[in-house]
């Protein structure tokens, strides 16, 4: 059974950094395509970045020269560095990952696999 573990999350005034952790269990992370997602307060899920299956990474506006994608192999865990932080960027933070062999992503409310989020608030 796929399973994702989120960590890191807090609180931190404006302007603070936090560094997110994704780890799988059951799953090596490959050439799926995969993301960081949020939910604000009251708010639809929005997405934070994706990766696509040729390794390309795309942020979503508001986060870009701000939030950094990476990830270990090795550990087999996602991270999102999240620096200069806002209270915008509140709200609960979910990594995914599409389990599946298609040749393009599918639509990310189609993707199979999310952790159960991690919490972070930014107070201003």
């Known amino acids: 059974q796929v399973q994702l573990t989120e960590s890191g999350g807090g609180s931190v005034q404006a302007g603070g950094s936090l560094r997110l952790s994704c780890v799988a269990s059951?799953?090596?992370?490959?050439?799926?395509?995969m993301g960081w997602f949020r939910r604000a307060p009251g708010k639809e899920l929005d997405r934070v970045v994706h990766i696509y299956r040729d390794g390309a990474v795309r942020y979503n506006d508001p986060v870009k020269g701000r939030f950094t994608f990476s990830r270990d192999n090795a550990k087999n865990t996602l991270y999102l560095q999240m620096n200069s932080l806002e209270p915008e960027d509140t709200g609960v933070y979910y990594c995914?990952?599409?389990?599946?062999?298609?040749?393009?992503?599918?639509?990310?409310?189609?993707?199979?696999?999310w952790g159960p989020g991690t919490q972070v608030t930014v107070s201003s």
């Open positions: 995914a990952v599409d389990v599946w062999d298609g040749r393009w992503c599918r639509s990310e409310s189609l993707w199979n696999t």
């Open positions: 059951g799953y090596t992370f490959s050439n799926h395509c």
